[in-house]
């Protein structure tokens, strides 16, 4: 049972699973946030390039800040949710949505295979 907010199972590895997850989700906030920022900025500024015109790269700047801030909002959430059943499929979705991107790979790869262990699972109050 749970008790205090704390894990079912508080075991080393779905502590510092949870841990690294944090870390990911974290780091993710943070390139959302700059990606909503560059989003703004190249709306606002509506640069004209050789490549696009005003009206494209401004359409781009809307794209980039509204979907960074969708992910920004999603991972924010994702990074506060604590160690409950629901929260360890939230963070294989989190997870996935890492993997979409090859620079993220070498992290999220690991982190999947740390997450599906039964230690974790245990950690998250989840039986098989």
Request: proline letters at 6%; one cysteine or more.
């Amino acid at each position: 049972m749970m008790q205090n907010n704390l894990p079912i199972s508080n075991n080393e590895t779905g502590r510092k699973t949870f841990f690294w997850y944090r870390v990911y989700c974290a780091v993710l906030v943070a390139i959302y946030l700059l990606v909503t920022v560059a989003g703004i900025a190249l709306a606002i500024m509506k640069p004209a390039t050789g490549e696009y015109s005003v009206e494209q790269t401004t359409m781009m700047g809307v794209i980039y800040a509204v979907l960074g801030a969708i992910f920004f909002i999603i991972f924010a959430v994702a990074l506060f949710l604590p160690p409950k059943p629901y929260n360890w499929i939230i963070g294989i979705v989190m997870i996935a949505l890492g993997m979409t991107s090859c620079c993220f790979l070498p992290f999220c790869i690991p982190l999947l295979i740390f997450w599906l262990k039964p230690e974790t699972k245990a950690f998250f109050g989840r039986n098989n």
